[in-house]
């Protein structure tokens, strides 16, 4: 029987990094392969796990990573597959036990952009020299692929589980918009908010939105749609149970992603199996190849700079009143990346 690591330090309950990864762990599992996953946070996965001491530090976390390679090499675990590029960089030490390596890339590797997002050139370096410690490259989106090369990623995307469209309630609708997302300056809902005044202002009515989710720069949020007077406009709320979401999905007409970069979105894929189109940045990765291919589009994609031209907002305004147009095209796109298709390759790619 094969026996697999899975070396996952970080990670947010309800993220879709979570959900992707303990859904692999249980996928492996199911099929016969004797998977392990190393975490702190033992207590927010329901699947085998095992206790990593929290990583304070990058030497706690260097040091730590030859114990763990020598004592489950000794139990026989000779896979190890390394969750996100926060672990990518311990790949030769692995490798030097012995192991099999694997990455799992959620996000892309790109140089730092001066807004505190992205890699130092130090950092960058070290990442893509650890590649070449790894047999295959997982990526959820299709960046990586310029960056580590065609030859040594396999492009698996992201997946939406069946049960979420099941029971559609398409006469629910409370909201223009939606945002399901953790408050990090990643995501930059401020710039949503932005959109969402020069939207009201244009059209001269109110357009309702809610985001949902917690983090560190709910302030900063708060803050801002006090400073736009959108307080009558936008309803936040905390993060949901996974079970109730379905419903969020169906009391808005458009969903919303305004990330300076993704990989390609649990969140997305979930709006679409609802029905739901999408206004989605440039920078949101994979996010655009999805709303504009895989048939019809199914939503409009904008720069920053477009939440000042009339003709992004008459075509935000056109999407929010033809929303239910859209539905067929949504699902029909979403049903393309399933469980068995997205992680299925990755445990073939492993056998």
Not at 104 to 112: D, F, P, V
């Amino acid at each position: 029987m094969k026996k697999i690591l899975i070396y996952s330090p970080f990670y947010a309950k309800w993220g879709g990094g979570h959900i992707y990864i303990e859904n692999l762990c249980q996928y492996l599992t199911k099929r016969g392969i004797d998977t392990l996953m190393i975490t702190f946070r033992v207590n927010e996965f329901d699947c085998n796990t095992t206790l990593l001491p929290n990583p304070s530090s990058k030497i706690d976390r260097l040091l730590s990573a030859f114990k763990i390679a020598k004592e489950f090499k000794s139990k026989n675990y000779k896979i190890v597959l390394l969750n996100d590029l926060v672990s990518l960089w311990l790949a030769p030490i692995f490798w030097l036990y012995g192991y099999r390596v694997y990455s799992l890339l959620h996000l892309y590797l790109r140089l730092g952009d001066g807004k505190g997002l992205g890699h130092t050139p130090l950092q960058y370096i070290i990442l893509k020299t650890s590649a070449f410690f790894c047999k295959k490259i997982f990526s959820v989106g299709r960046d990586n692929i310029d960056v580590f090369g065609q030859k040594r990623v396999v492009f698996v995307g992201n997946y939406v589980s069946k049960w979420f469209f099941e029971e559609i309630d398409k006469n629910s609708k409370e909201y223009d918009f939606l945002i399901v997302a953790r408050f990090s300056k990643e995501k930059n809902i401020p710039l949503f908010l932005d959109l969402l005044y020069n939207l009201n202002r244009y059209k001269n009515k109110e357009y309702r939105a809610l985001i949902v989710g917690e983090g560190e720069e709910k302030s900063t949020i708060v803050s801002k749609i006090k400073s736009l007077h959108l307080d009558k406009s936008v309803e936040l709320r905390g993060w949901i149970e996974r079970e109730k979401l379905p419903h969020i999905y169906d009391s808005a007409k458009v969903f919303v992603i305004s990330s300076y970069h993704e990989g390609f979105a649990t969140t997305l894929l979930e709006a679409h199996a609802r029905g739901l189109p999408a206004i989605v940045t440039k920078t949101s990765g994979f996010c655009v190849d999805f709303i504009k291919g895989y048939g019809s589009s199914s939503g409009v994609v904008f720069k920053k700079s477009d939440i000042n031209s009339k003709s992004f907002l008459d075509n935000t305004a056109l999407l929010i009143e033809e929303f239910d147009k859209y539905f067929d095209i949504c699902q029909k796109k979403a049903s393309v990346f399933t469980k068995e298709s997205v992680l299925g390759k990755i445990a073939q790619n492993i056998n």
